[in-house]
T-cell receptor, first 113, second 113 residues
């Protein structure tokens, strides 16, 4: 089983460019999440989808949009990239939106020049 | 603001020793607790879940939970150099539909051969 798969693994963008980060899970999980991780800041939740058809803002949603395409896939879009969005992005999933652990993908390292 | 606090470290222990990692949380109503291991440049990997007061053992790892004192700890027995990583404490601050997994910033553990 692949678990949670993120693409791409690395990306360099110029300020103002747009990009979509892809995430897919094969564990039949209902809930999916997008985090960013910055040095000294820990993991911060950007958006989440408690179940197929729903999405909600997390702690740091500004500058991002998401789409829960189906039960397996949850994408994160940067409409107009800014240097402050340089970070490592992790997608995660969990069985449901309750007391269940989250399982992470390998991450996308995004640099915005 | 609901918080999860960890000592940032680095915590340095000799090979074969017991490493003790601590975490405190601010929400007395928290119901589920997780420890993740994150190697440098990699994604967080779930190593322990604990839901009830007391100890939970899995191989060389023991998670300890004390809800009255609002702390959770991770003990690693017979520490190995391969245990060198950042350990993230995650707490579900709120139950049921108010699920919110909050991560600490992590403790860097170094095991010296």
């Amino acid at each position: 089983n692949a678990g949670v798969t993120q693409t791409p693994k690395f990306q360099v963008l110029k300020t103002g460019q747009s990009m979509t980060l892809q995430c897919a899970q094969d564990m039949n999980h209902n809930s999916m999440y997008w985090y960013r991780q910055d040095p000294g800041m820990g993991l911060r939740l950007i958006y989440y989808s408690a179940s197929e058809g729903t999405t909600d803002k997390g702690e740091v949603p500004n500058g991002y949009n998401v789409s829960r395409l189906n039960k397996r896939e949850f994408s994160l879009r940067l409409e107009s990239a800014a240097p402050s969005q340089t970070s490592v992005y992790f997608c995660a999933s969990s069985v449901d939106y309750s007391n269940q652990p989250q399982h992470f993908g390998d991450g996308t390292r995004l640099s915005i020049l | 603001q609901k918080e999860v606090e960890q000592n940032s470290g680095p915590l340095s222990v000799p090979e074969g020793a017991i490493a003790s990692l601590n975490c405190t949380y601010s929400d007395r109503g928290s119901q589920s607790f997780f420890w993740y291991r994150q190697y440098s440049g990699k994604s967080p990997e779930l190593i322990m879940s604990i839901y009830s007061n007391g100890d939970k053992e899995d191989g060389r790892f023991t998670a300890q939970l004390n809800k009255a004192s609002q702390y959770v700890s991770l003990l690693i027995r017979d520490s190995q150099p391969s245990d060198s990583a950042t350990y993230l404490c995650a707490v579900n601050m709120g139950g049921g539909s108010n699920y919110k997994l909050t991560f600490g910033k992590g403790t860097l553990l170094t095991v010296n051969p």
